[in-house]
């Protein structure tokens, strides 16, 4: 499964913040997709405004393609840094180009007069479409491609549109002597749109197709692309956005949403989730659907603020006071961030409990090109019930869950309280009362492990001895690696829904033999959390935890060395 | 709707015998009569302590949330579905020190909603600790050589904030208080209500006595319309003065949300509009 050179192409750009490295990725992404082939955009940058060294890796190949690769084929260079931090993952294999005016005569690389070409283009400005014209010509292509991906990207502006596409053309003229020197196929495009989208924006379309109306958040990386992504969805989609003043505010007011009806998200990463736990303990004491985007990035404390980890299992599992029911998911890719963003506002409305989706930095800073994300046909049904003078809001239902009024909509009273409470949510401290509705909370758990919750995946053969385990955003380097490196006997579970376990996925872990737990932490939380829940017992566990993303190549060299045991 | 009862006759009152919070329950009830407010659009929202327990003795939708959060709820409550009346009251321990931070962010916010505060100038669910509005000197089982801590003053922090209403009033003067209230509840706007209120219980010191001795209503020239003088009054401590201090009309938060821009409907009535979330998407990729 090995791919030919001719199929695919690892491009990695690398210099300061500044440069603006995520435009050029995103410009170039889009020519791939133009010559009708697929892309995938990984980002990694240092927490800063200017400067620093940061790279953007573009795996380009014929076939669609989800998983990191950390091979460079070519990488372009802006600053001496980039050179120095990306050395370790370049090999003799690897062509370097720069602009002679900042590497002078370095050995081995490929000049590209930049700053001179971008000069005559009209300025500094100018030089990732100069860079861009430049690499297309490597590939042997045409402008035609960039010229698309340029007008996409520069449409609304007639002159600054000109004068890119001719610092396109000069880059693509100043490479006339390499041409194809990385030949890549132009296929026919793809029947129908492909979209090139991140993993923030897939989640922001998948909470606006679950239903959301109402997003309070305060700005924390990873998690704010989502808030800005509904920002801009605020008038079309009639959605109040908000920044709150700090977190506990954020999840506060989306329970006070909830309360009145609407559909609320909010949006962070570990340290903003940290304050929010009083909330969450409140969302389960008076039974309030809400859907928390729980974006991970490394810790404890500030950590690496813009780099992965999925380091906040646990918290999302076990934050907040008491006892009460939750579900955590964890997409791993942009088509499943879309598909659980959705999930969990149906969960939470059906099971009105809190509902979390884990993403990280990796999945969320990732673009990828795909088919346009799958719409339901109707809009999510609602489960608020008009009210009638005797209305309850917690009365007796089935699974605990009782109907839910909002306060405007019936003839009832709405009421609602933290302190433990009857059936009508006043304050009681009658224990059996107590007994009662600590049962109701908790038998909401079986709706949330069955009809609500959302399988795992296997991939492999269903008569599996050894069972590779992961969960979130590692799942593709893993399906990948696995093609490549194909164990005997071997299968991969992919875990979206971490809690609580579904039902079917006990059965999984009773057959296998020997179950091997991938993650992206230091401690093997996810293997935690099986063992206690199931008593299997884990043979091995493959973790990563210095601030990035597994790729495809570490995950092919492990399953080598078990193939070696 | 003047046949509604808008306070509980039938309820196990958690209150010490002697409270003030008695004294504003009738008044909070003889408001929301005397201004015929919908029973069914009208929610009060509060956190945690004594004076949060307020709702729970009335005949009214209620959001009894955490300590010091009652006001992200009800703002949030309010621009879900704007059509609502949103009281949020609480006691100043709540408001003023662990919803400290919400407190200063609603008033620039300026949602349409009142905030009352029970200020008795000490903890009383907890047993007598210093509250944020305490005076200096105030000795309680914490604060064993007295309150060190200059006194958090609500009034004037909401006047150099902006609020658009901003009042202070006396259980112990009931004809004073429910004329506050109407006015607050009636304002477009955030409306502060600083209700002073004794605890009879761990306040030996600012008393019903001590209250009626050291308050004193604004002067009779006194222009809600000037804020610097809003604010010299809000400053003065012997007397504390009651009336409504600051007034002034701004814009109000959930009117400029561009949620309700062509859509008057409140959020719980709307769906979501696939072929425009189609058209979204097309122009994200």
């Known amino acids: 499964m090995h791919s030919s050179p001719s199929s695919e192409l690892n491009v990695v750009l690398g210099g300061e913040a500044g440069h603006g490295l995520q435009t050029l990725g ?33 795996r380009i190949s014929t076939r669609p393609v989800r998983a990191f690769s950390d091979r460079v084929d070519c990488c372009l260079l802006f600053d001496r840094d980039a050179l120095g931090r990306l050395e370790g993952r370049c090999t003799d294999a690897t062509v370097r180009i720069g602009d002679p005016a900042v590497f002078g005569g370095t050995a081995g690389m490929l000049p590209l007069p930049l700053q001179e070409l971008s000069t005559q283009a009209g300025g500094a400005l100018f030089a990732n479409s100069v860079a861009c014209g430049f690499l297309v010509r490597l590939f042997g292509w045409e402008p035609a491609p960039l010229e698309t991906a340029l007008r996409r990207t520069f449409g609304k502006n007639d002159s600054l549109l000109d004068q890119n596409l001719a610092a396109a053309r000069s880059g693509w003229e100043a490479g006339a002597a390499l041409h194809g020197r990385f030949a890549l196929p132009v296929q026919a495009a793809a029947a129908g749109r492909r979209l090139l989208l991140d993993g923030s924006q897939s989640v922001a379309l998948g909470a606006l197709a679950g239903g959301c109306t109402f997003i309070s958040s305060y700005p924390m990386s990873p998690a704010t692309g989502v808030l800005l992504h509904l920002a801009k969805q605020a008038e079309a989609h009639g959605l109040v956005v908000e920044q709150a003043e700090d977190e506990i505010s954020a999840i506060n007011m989306g329970l006070g949403a909830w309360y009145a009806g609407a559909r609320a998200l909010v949006s962070t990463s570990g340290g903003g989730f940290d304050l929010m736990a009083e ?3 409140l969302c389960g004491a008076i039974e309030s659907p809400l859907v928390v985007h729980l974006a991970q990035r490394p810790g404890p404390g500030t950590g690496l603020p813009t780099r992965t980890e999925q380091g906040d299992l646990e918290i999302a599992r076990y934050s907040g006071h008491g006892e009460f029911p939750r579900a955590i998911l964890a997409p791993g890719s942009p088509e499943e961030a879309f598909a659980c963003a959705a999930h969990a506002f149906t969960m939470a409305d059906a099971s009105q409990s809190p509902v979390i989706v884990l993403t990280d930095q990796y999945l969320l800073d990732s673009l990828c090109d795909l088919d346009p994300l799958p719409l339901p046909a109707t809009p999510p049904a609602t489960h608020i019930v008009a009210t009638t003078p005797d209305y309850r809001r917690y009365a007796p239902g089935p699974d605990g869950i009782s109907p839910r009024g909002i306060p405007g909509y019936g003839a009832g009273l709405v009421c609602v309280d933290s302190d433990e409470h009857d059936a009508e949510g006043r304050i009681t401290e009658d224990f059996g009362v107590r007994i009662a509705m600590v049962d109701k909370r ?16 296997l991939h492999g053969p269903a008569d599996y001895r050894r069972l590779l385990v992961g969960w979130g955003s590692t799942a593709p380097a893993i399906i990948e690696a696995l093609a490549q490196v194909p164990l005997e006997q071997t299968a991969f579970l992919h875990c979206v829904q971490l809690y609580p376990l579904p039902a079917a996925l006990e059965d999984y872990l009773r057959r296998a033999e020997r179950i091997i737990v991938i993650e992206n932490n230091a401690t093997g939380q996810f293997a935690r959390l099986l063992r206690g829940e199931t008593g299997c017992d884990i043979a091995a566990q493959w973790l990563k935890y210095n601030g990035l993303a597994f790729s495809v190549e570490e995950i092919a060299a492990l399953l080598r060395e078990e193939e070696q045991r | 709707m003047s046949e509604h009862s808008w306070v509980r006759r039938d309820c196990d009152i958690a209150w010490c015998p002697g409270c003030g919070n008695y004294g504003i329950l009738k008044l909070v009830g003889e408001t929301l009569a005397e201004l015929a407010l919908d029973p069914q659009q009208t929610v009060l929202v509060s956190g945690i302590g004594q004076a949060a327990k307020l709702p729970q003795y009335c005949n009214v939708h209620f959001f009894n949330g955490l300590h010091g959060r009652a006001l992200p709820p009800a703002t949030a409550i309010k621009a879900s579905n704007p059509g609502l009346t949103v009281i949020a009251e609480s006691g100043d321990g709540d408001m003023y020190g662990e919803g400290g931070n919400h407190f200063l962010h609603c008033i620039r916010r300026n949602p349409d909603l009142t905030n009352i505060v029970h200020n ?26 007295g309150v060190t801590l200059e006194p958090f003053n609500p009034l004037a922090v909401a006047i150099a904030l902006g609020a ?9 003067n009931a004809e004073h208080a429910r004329g506050i209230l ?17 605890c009879v219980t761990f306040n030996k010191l600012n008393t019903y006595q001590w209250f009626a001795a050291q308050t004193a209503p604004l002067p009779d020239d006194h222009d809600p319309a000037d804020r610097v003088q809003a604010f010299a009054r809000a400053c003065e401590e012997e007397p504390l003065r009651l009336g409504i201090f600051y007034r002034q009309e701004k814009p109000v938060f959930e009117e400029q949300l561009a949620a309700y821009t062509d859509d008057a409907r409140p959020l719980y009535e709307r769906q979501v509009d696939l072929a425009r979330l189609a058209a979204t998407m097309e122009a994200m990729g």
């Open chain 1, 442 to 457: 908790l038998a909401k758990f079986r709706p949330l492990r069955e009809e609500l919750s959302l399988p795992p995946r």
């Open chain 2, 120 to 145: 008795n100038m000490v903890y009383g669910l907890t047993k007598g600790q210093a509250s944020p509005t305490s005076r200096r000197g105030f000795v309680t089982p914490l604060q064993v050589g």
């Open chain 2, 164 to 172: 658009s209403f901003v009042a202070r009033t006396y259980v112990g």
């Open chain 1, 279 to 281: 909330g969450l303990s």
């Open chain 2, 182 to 198: 109407q006015a607050a509840i009636r304002h477009r706007g955030y409306a502060l209500v600083d209700l002073l209120q004794p």
């Open chain 1, 26 to 58: 995103l410009v170039l992404a889009r020519a791939v997709i133009a010559a009708g082939l697929h892309v995938m955009v990984v980002n990694e940058f240092m927490s800063r405004i200017r400067g620093g060294s940061n790279s953007t890796t573009l």
